[in-house]
């Protein structure tokens, strides 16, 4: 069993930078691909970035890839993602989840991850 808090978000101006943490719980959390999602309202979840265990692979979505770094410290439980040069679209609760090896599959697909924290509002003004 793993679970996830994260935290970080905030109300930001565009152009700006915010990090949010996913803290998790559980002495296996080593071993979890880690994914951050995004949901706005009225839209579907959507992927945002992921990573594996050992952080030699990382995945990103087009709208993230150049902006967004993801990151992960095993010795702490957490994971990060370094969110650069906001854009108001990018607006949106931000959730962590985790998942087995098989989510190298697609990291993309959020049923393939096991457990989700309960999201941090990210606020990006224009």
């Known amino acids: 069993q793993v679970q996830l808090v994260e935290s970080g978000g905030g109300l930001v101006q565009a152009g700006g930078s915010l990090r949010l943490s996913c803290a998790a719980s559980g002495r296996t959390f080593s071993r979890y691909v880690m994914g951050w999602f995004r949901q706005a309202p009225g839209k579907e979840r959507e992927f945002v970035s992921a990573?594996?265990?050992?952080?030699?692979?990382?995945y990103y979505s087009d709208s993230a890839k150049g902006r967004f770094i993801i990151s992960r410290d095993n010795a702490k439980n957490t994971v990060y993602l370094q969110m650069n040069s906001l854009k108001p679209e990018d607006t949106a609760v931000y959730f962590c989840?985790?998942?087995?090896?098989?989510?190298?599959?697609?990291?993309?697909?959020?049923?393939?991850?096991?457990?989700w924290g309960q999201g941090t509002q990210v606020t990006v003004s224009s």
């Open positions: 990573i594996t265990w050992s952080a030699t692979s990382t």
């Open positions: 989840a985790a998942g087995r090896d098989i989510v190298v599959l697609n990291p993309t697909a959020r049923a393939k991850y096991d457990y």
